[in-house]
């Protein structure tokens, strides 16, 4: 993010002293600065002042991260996954939101991966880029060494690479935490043409700074109950040899990762909820780009709320047909009124995969069936990639088998809905 934030306790001046409280005369001990800077340190940046050596571990062993590996969509078909069959009951009650994900989808560029959780994660960061994961249902508290969020659904969660945090689901909750992981191997941001050249959000973009969440801090050790001395083992997910080039590795720090005393810069996770996301609208249908939010290397991030839709007298709301030709696109559906179209196959929790070289759109009839409609209440999260995505296990597991055929009169079952963008 381009906008400069400064939380807790920093020197007036970079690079130089800062110090604990002395005892009497005597200075107190030198905390210990850390420039996390991306590209290079060429791009946005943040200086954190530690209580302990950043770089400390005394342990490092091997950890088996969730299965990455993937199988080509060939032969080329168009998919339904159901995601909300990936999870049951028992199994919730057993998994966190960084170790249990299960992946759906990725190539190069980002995984897709889904977890329903009812544990704590342990400590974790993500060497290899930014995540951005939205809260579909439930909530969860978020700490990380910036600060805490207290989330919930809606939220897309902005975590920058090597942000080491964990995720706290809350107990109490009415639904469970329902977390949809977007795992890019670059970083995730506005896209570029929201933004002025100095990086602020330009009057014709869909959201604004007022929008953004800024992590609570600074956050420490004896602010969540845990002693500053406690042993901690850190998750790290990092580039390797594995299925994806993911693999993973525990260090074990000497002491809690919650040390910093304060931070400033433009460099920190922040929260964005959908709902504050201003569609844009017009006479006739509106061009796909306008419900990106996010984007990263080689894929973007777009959503669809609710909104009044397309009004010139003889506007057609639901799309046409289209080929994305450079493009997969995966339409998570989260809400809105699909389960009351009997027989379409998409429902909340499904996911569409749509893939390059495959033009789609509206079922027969859907086109028909929206005149004259005036709003849609539909929620989705979708991802475009340039490159082809293949098929997790955790896709490959809900995968319902009969979507590439829904397009086909004649055929009992039916494809999307009116409501269906994607
Ligand atoms: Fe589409």
Same mark, same amino acid.
């Given at each position: =993010?381009?906008?400069?934030q400064?939380?807790?306790?920093?020197?007036?001046?970079? $690079?130089t002293? $800062?110090r604990?409280?002395?005892?009497?005369?005597?200075?107190?001990?030198?905390?210990?600065e850390?420039? =996390?800077?991306?590209?290079g340190?060429?791009?946005?940046?943040?200086?954190?002042? $530690?209580?302990?050596?950043p770089? &400390?571990?005394?342990a490092?062993? /091997?950890? *088996?991260?969730?299965?990455?590996?993937?199988?080509?969509?060939?032969?080329?078909t168009?998919?339904?996954?159901?995601?909300?069959?990936?999870?049951?009951?028992?199994?919730?009650?057993r998994?966190?939101v960084?170790?249990?994900?299960?992946? /759906?989808?990725?190539?190069?560029?980002?995984r897709?991966?889904?977890?329903?959780?009812?544990?704590?994660?342990?400590?974790?960061?993500?060497?290899?880029?930014?995540?951005?994961?939205? %809260?579909?249902?439930?909530?969860?508290?978020?700490?990380?060494?910036f600060?805490?969020f207290?989330?919930?659904?809606?939220?897309? %969660?902005?975590?920058?690479?090597?942000? &080491?945090?964990?995720?706290?689901?809350?107990?109490?909750?009415?639904?469970?935490l329902?977390?949809?992981?977007?795992?890019?191997?670059?970083?995730i941001?506005?896209?570029?043409r929201?933004?002025?050249?100095y990086?602020?959000?330009?009057?014709?973009?869909?959201?604004? *700074?007022?929008?953004?969440?800024?992590?609570?801090?600074?956050?420490l050790?004896?602010?969540?109950?845990?002693?500053?001395?406690e042993q901690?083992?850190?998750?790290?997910?990092?580039?390797?040899?594995g299925?994806?080039?993911v693999?993973?590795?525990? $260090?074990?720090?000497?002491?809690?990762p919650?040390? %910093?005393?304060?931070?400033?810069?433009?460099?920190y996770?922040?929260?964005?909820?959908v709902?504050?996301?201003?569609?844009?609208?017009?006479? #006739?249908?509106q061009?796909?780009?306008?419900?990106?939010?996010? *984007?990263?290397?080689n894929?973007? #991030?777009?959503n669809?709320?609710?909104r009044?839709?397309?009004?010139?007298?003889l506007? #057609?709301p639901v799309?046409?047909?289209?080929?994305?030709? !450079?493009?997969?696109?995966? =339409?998570?559906?989260?809400?809105?009124?699909?389960?009351?179209?009997?027989?379409?196959?998409?429902?909340?929790?499904? #996911?569409?995969?749509h893939?390059?070289?495959h033009?789609?759109?509206p079922?027969?009839?859907?086109?028909?069936g929206?005149?004259? /409609?005036?709003?849609?209440?539909?929620?989705a999260? =979708?991802? !475009?990639?340039?490159?082809?995505? *293949?098929?997790?296990e955790?896709?490959?597991?809900?995968?319902?088998g009969?979507?590439a055929?829904?397009w086909?009169?004649?055929?009992?079952?039916?494809?999307?809905?009116p409501?269906?963008?994607?």
């Open positions: =993010m381009a906008h400069y400064a939380v807790g306790s920093i020197p007036p001046k970079r $690079h002293q $800062h604990r409280p002395g005892q009497g005369d005597a200075p107190g001990e030198l905390y210990y850390e420039l =996390m800077g991306e590209e340190f060429s791009s946005d940046s943040s200086l954190l002042y $530690h209580r302990n050596v770089s &400390t571990t005394v490092a062993s /091997v950890w *088996e991260v969730p299965d990455q590996a993937t199988t080509p969509n060939h032969p080329l168009p998919r339904h996954l159901k995601l909300h069959e990936l999870f049951d009951a028992e199994s919730v009650a998994t966190d960084v170790t249990g994900r299960r992946l /759906v989808l990725g190539n190069g560029d980002v897709i991966s889904y977890a329903v959780a009812a544990q704590a994660s342990p400590w974790y960061r993500n060497g290899i880029g930014d995540e951005c994961v939205y %809260v579909e249902r439930g909530r969860a508290r978020v700490e990380t060494v600060g805490a207290d989330v919930a659904e809606g939220d897309y %969660v902005i975590i920058p690479r090597a942000t &080491t945090h964990r995720w706290l689901p809350v107990a109490d909750a009415d639904e469970p329902r977390a949809y992981c977007i795992e890019a191997n670059s970083h941001a506005p896209p570029k929201y933004l002025s050249r990086g602020q959000l330009l009057e014709h973009a869909p959201y604004c *700074e007022r929008d953004l969440r800024q992590p609570e801090g600074p956050l050790a004896e602010h969540v109950g845990a002693s500053p001395d901690t083992d850190v998750y790290i997910k990092h580039r390797g040899n299925p994806g080039g693999v993973g590795t525990v $260090h074990t720090l000497p002491f809690h919650l040390d %910093v005393v304060g931070w400033d810069g433009c460099l996770p922040y929260v964005f909820n709902r504050n996301f201003e569609p844009i609208t017009g006479r #006739i249908h061009p796909p780009p306008v419900h990106q939010v996010f *984007e990263g290397a894929f973007v #991030i777009c669809f709320v609710p009044k839709v397309d009004y010139h007298p506007a #057609i799309p046409y047909y289209h080929s994305n030709v !450079d493009s997969d696109e995966i =339409m998570f559906y989260v809400d809105g009124d699909y389960e009351a179209r009997k027989g379409s196959g998409i429902g909340k929790g499904s #996911i569409s995969v893939p390059g070289g033009p789609h759109g079922q027969p009839g859907a086109t028909e929206s005149l004259g /409609v005036e709003a849609f209440d539909e929620l999260v =979708m991802v !475009d990639t340039f490159r082809p995505l *293949e098929l997790g955790g896709g490959l597991a809900v995968d319902d009969l979507y055929m829904s086909s009169r004649g055929t009992a079952r039916t494809a999307g809905s409501h269906s963008e994607g």
